[in-house]
């Protein structure tokens, strides 16, 4: 499992052992894997799918890519991890039904290969 810290953002893996505690972020922030407040994820055209449930995915990836086009970010990375491939299957499922969506891509080795997918987006006409 992933938690996110509040207050910067960074990410930690946790393992079952772990879970439960807390653990001192780099910037010193408490983080506990059980507090359920709201986290502002930052708009930066980089999607982590790694902290959030597969189920939310649907929902997550269109309005994560509607707050892009707002921010007239239109190149997307989104990290779905290697795993079984389910969450990879779902990703591109979701992103083929958006009419905003212009292409589909894999990562190159150099942003994750196959364990992420770059999405161009359309522009909105003005």
Request: aromatic content about 6%; proline content about 6%; charged content about 25%.
């Amino acid at each position: 499992m992933a938690v996110i810290c509040p207050k910067c953002h960074r990410q930690y893996d946790v393992t079952l052992f772990q879970f439960g505690q807390g653990l001192a972020c780099d910037c010193g922030t408490l983080v506990n894997p059980f507090e359920t407040a709201a986290v502002d994820m930052p708009i930066d055209g980089i999607l982590d799918l790694h902290s959030f449930r597969p189920s939310d995915v649907k929902d997550l990836v269109p309005e994560y890519l509607e707050a892009c086009v707002q921010k007239e970010i239109y190149r997307v990375r989104i990290i779905h991890g290697k795993g079984t491939g389910a969450l990879l299957r779902t990703v591109r499922s979701v992103l083929k039904k958006l009419p905003g969506v212009e292409s589909i891509e894999p990562a190159g080795e150099d942003e994750g290969g196959w364990g992420a997918t770059i999405v161009r987006l359309r522009r909105r006409a003005e």
